[in-house]
């Protein structure tokens, strides 16, 4: 890993950057736009949106006027809970993609397991979602699919009647949720994992022993918590505004951690955890 250019081979052979730019939260129009231009400018070639952040219209225009040619950048965007089932995910991917402005999506995950309004159905849900998926993913419309939000057992469960595995799960995961039994699954089966919210939005960067070991490695808080990530085999999505730390997010490839420390650092225990429960859904 040299770079945020850097990639990894997916279960199905595609590559993708090792970090990725998230823009969850982020406000669409100017501020979206401008971020993700700063972060491509930064050497970023990876982004990620959902159809709910309704920001795709912004990162696919700051895409395309990156002036980096469309091959370089991977893209990904999710499907929201209220668009499931065959038919609506091949609506809704439509739709996705007349506002990014692309001819395909890199990555096209099913934003959370459908749980909490279809307590009775939301197995034969998921895998309708699922198929509709598959058949994007056969007819080139997406490089990549996989699932986010998805604990061991949905994973199961949807792969048990899948013809084609998720390449990614994109989840919570930062020291102080280390999300165990879903990390060791996806390990099992080849799924790549990404992390989602990798401060804990902003929490873990006043945790004390993270102060301590940028002194230690002449870093800030937020670069050991990036390189935790990478030196533990997942996919950070951080994101910013702010010109100077979208940069700073990105010079993290220039030290490594020991052995040792990575262990300190896995052994935070804060209740660090921002995100709703999958189980638990409330939509």
Not at 41 to 68: F, M, P
Request: glycine content about 8%; overall charge negative; some cysteine.
């Amino acid at each position: 890993m040299e770079s945020p250019q850097s990639t990894i081979k997916l279960n199905n052979g595609c590559r993708i950057p090792v970090l990725g730019f998230g823009t969850f939260l982020m406000p669409p129009g100017d501020m979206a736009y401008d971020s993700v231009r700063a972060a491509l400018d930064a050497g970023y070639r990876h982004i990620d949106t959902a159809s709910v952040y309704k920001n795709e219209s912004d990162v696919g225009r700051a895409v395309r006027d990156s002036g980096i040619p469309r091959g370089e950048i991977f893209v990904t965007t999710k499907l929201w809970n209220d668009d499931q089932g065959y038919e609506p995910t091949l609506k809704a991917f439509q739709k996705s993609l007349e506002k990014l402005g692309l001819d395909y999506v890199d990555l096209y995950l099913i934003h959370w397991p459908r749980i909490k309004r279809a307590p009775d159905d939301w197995v034969r849900l998921d895998r309708e979602t699922w198929d509709a998926m598959q058949q994007l993913y056969e007819d080139g419309m997406i490089k990549a699919i996989g699932v986010s939000n998805f604990k061991a057992h949905h994973l199961e469960s949807l792969m048990e009647m899948s013809d084609i595995k998720p390449m990614i799960n994109q989840i919570e995961l930062h020291p102080g949720l280390l999300q165990q039994e879903t990390v060791d699954f996806c390990r099992k089966y080849d799924i790549a994992i990404e992390a989602w919210g990798p401060f804990s939005r902003g929490n873990l960067l006043k945790a004390g022993l993270l102060n301590d070991m940028a002194a230690k490695y002449g870093k800030t808080p937020a670069q050991i918590c990036l390189r935790w990530h990478l030196e533990n085999g997942f996919i950070p999505l951080p994101k910013s505004v702010t010109p100077s730390r979208i940069v700073e997010n990105t010079e993290i490839f220039d030290f490594s951690i020991s052995a040792d420390d990575l262990a300190l650092i896995s052994e935070i225990d804060i209740d660090t955890g921002t995100g709703y429960d999958p189980d638990k859904v409330a939509w």
